[in-house]
Each structure stands twice: as structure tokens, then as C-alpha cells.
């Protein structure tokens, strides 16, 4: 059973910073691709960042030049950097793995941490 535990959020001003952490048990974290994703009110939960076992990295187009994942494997841990935050950020964060990036890319899962809400605020 995989265990996924996400942190780091908050409530930040426009153009601020925050670094989300999601730390893994459970799984073969170092051969895993990771994602992490995001729901907003009202919206379907949408991929943020993806990163893959060889450290491929994959961003939607929402995050991309303010959004950087990366892992660590000693920590069983993924990252997800963000800088510049817009209003449009607002959203509960979540993270999830499996051994194949498409499964990232497609983020169909059947299970979800609780998340961490970010709120950036104009």
C-alpha cells in the first residue's frame, strides 16, 4: 500500500514562493515516476509536473518556467518548486507515483493523499 503525505502549502501573495514536498512509502521510490497534480473549486483535478525514474521532467503549460519538480531518492521524497505564484495557483495540491510515466501523464488513480491547499492571494 502506497502511502503519500504532502506538505508545504500555505497562503502566499502574488509573485511568491513555495516549495511542496511529498513524501513516499510504500513503493520502490527510486524506480518510480512521480507526478504531482492539482485541484481547483469547482475543476477536475489537472497534472502540474511530472518527473520520471531517470529524472525526465514534464511540465503542463499552467506551470511551465515557474514550476520545478525534482526528487530525492535517499528521502523518498518528491519536490515541487514553485516561484512567481499567480491567484490562478489557488488549488489543493496532490502527488502521485507508478512505475510508468504514462500512468503520471494520464493520472488516472484510484488513490490520493489528502493534499495541501495553496492560496495565493492578489
Known amino acids: 500500500q502506497v502511502q503519500l503525505v504532502e506538505s508545504g502549502g500555505g497562503l502566499v501573495q502574488a509573485g511568491e514562493s513555495l516549495r511542496l514536498s511529498c513524501a513516499v512509502s510504500?513503493?520502490?521510490?527510486?524506480?518510480?515516476?512521480m507526478g504531482w497534480y492539482r485541484q481547483a473549486p469547482g475543476k477536475q483535478r489537472e497534472l502540474v509536473a511530472g518527473i520520471s525514474s531517470d529524472g525526465s521532467t514534464y511540465y503542463a503549460d499552467a506551470g511551465k518556467g515557474r514550476f520545478t519538480i525534482s526528487k530525492d531518492n535517499a528521502k523518498n521524497t518528491v519536490y515541487l518548486q514553485m516561484n512567481t505564484l499567480k491567484p490562478e495557483d489557488t488549488a489543493v495540491y496532490y502527488c502521485?507515483?507508478?512505475?510508468?510515466?504514462?500512468?503520471?501523464?494520464?493520472?488516472?488513480?484510484?488513490?490520493w493523499g489528502q493534499g495541501t491547499q495553496v492560496t495565493v492571494s492578489s
Open positions: 510504500g513503493s520502490i521510490f527510486s524506480i518510480n515516476a
Open positions: 502521485n507515483t507508478d512505475r510508468r510515466m504514462v500512468a503520471i501523464l494520464r493520472g488516472n488513480f484510484g488513490s
